[in-house]
């Protein structure tokens, strides 16, 4: 599909590719396959050593912006040249928005994020037949991402996920809803969240991300759990994940003899706590650390698993998750999850139906229902089926995909009649 037919969607993310934002390599790939045609922006170079499958699919070219000022000055003052002077009122207009962010923050974040725009609208707008900018994320991409508009003229709108929208003061988040065309989120719980600061009324969708069923899908038979039962957590090692109640009702399971091990994939700043409390529980000999993984692990731990657990909580600046995707891959594979009742986890996880929920931060509960999720037949017999089927009437990347490109086909973005995505 050539340019002529179709605008090019800008996708500004905070980098790419990242192991931990599947859920926005698989968008961009069924996007694709659906006869978008697609140019990523990325605010930084990739930080892992290795990528999932789905990113190896993605045919979009991939653009590097600056992501320090120091040592790219060069770059960035000819960049930003060009845009003034192909973009005068544009980049006048930006530079106004800056000085005012500047004012309100006081941080230089606002000066550097202009000059990323700036590079947007100097080296890549121009003959991209880039039409629409999107920012992942309403943090930085997003503030990136309506400067690089207001430049070049151009409509954008952003998707809002977790810490992005929870951490931000409320004027910044209402500020870019207002600039923005339309805006997406993962959860409704985020969607009442965002439309709580949506005067100026801009249409909000709410679409799940979804995942690829084709990788993730329930085995012919589930597995009968038998000691010593397996138990297993999938999350970046980080306070909002609430891995201390999890280790906590782990815990409590071994003093009442229960025979386990467990298993944590996972990685992130709170690495050397999150070990430190495994030995401090006595629990390190049972445990293995796997630290990040690809999906090819992930799923053989997954089909290992008599138990899937996870704390979430909200953390003390406000950061929470939105709908962990570990925990839709679990129920797709047939594992019984244990969660939180926190943001839009009871969006996916009906305490008794398809999964169990407890408070954060209750780790009697949590011990409770690991072992009830491993114990109890009747349960598993009804929550394990009765998940997996959830996940597909819900989940399905597939459908989400058509229902995401159901908005930006409404917003004049893509094509208009494309074979569904393979």
Known sequence: MSQTDTPVLGMVLKGWPRISETFISNEIRLLERRGFAIRIISMRQPRESFVHDSVK??????????????????????????????????????????????????????????????????????????????????????????????????????????????????????????????????????????????????????????????????????????????????????????????????????DDGLPFSYCLIGDGESKAQTLALLADLGLDERTQWLGVQAHGVVMQELARADCFAIGCEVAPNGDRDGIPNVLVESMAMGVPVVATRVSGIPELVQDGITGLLVESGDDAAMAAAIRRSMTDAAYRERAIPAAAAFVREAFDARRCIEDLAQVYVENGLGPKSAPPPR
């Open 57 to 254: 699919e993605v045919a979009a070219r991939v653009d590097y912006l600056p992501s320090e000022m120091s040592g790219n000055w060069l770059r960035l003052l000819k960049a930003n040249w060009r845009a003034l002077r192909r973009f005068p009122a544009g980049y006048r207009a930006a530079l106004g928005k800056t000085v005012r962010r500047f004012l309100r923050s006081r941080k230089t974040a606002s000066i550097k994020h202009l000059l990323q725009a700036g590079v947007i609208a100097g080296e890549i707008l121009p003959d991209s037949g880039i039409g629409h900018l999107h920012a992942h994320f309403a943090h930085s991409p997003a503030s990136v991402t309506s400067l690089a508009a207001c430049i070049g003229g151009l409509p954008f709108s952003f998707t809002g996920h977790a810490k992005d929208i929870w951490t931000q003061k409320p004027d910044s988040l209402q500020e870019k809803i207002a600039e923005a065309s339309f805006v997406v989120t993962c959860t409704g719980c985020n969607r009442d969240y965002l439309d709580s600061l949506n005067e100026t009324r801009k249409p909000l969708y709410r679409v799940y991300h979804g995942i690829d069923l084709g990788l993730f899908s329930a085995p012919d038979a589930f597995r009968v759990p038998a000691p010593p039962y397996r138990i297993l957590t999938i999350a970046r090692l980080t306070t909002k994940k609430g891995l201390p109640t999890v280790f906590r009702a782990l815990k409590r399971l071994a």
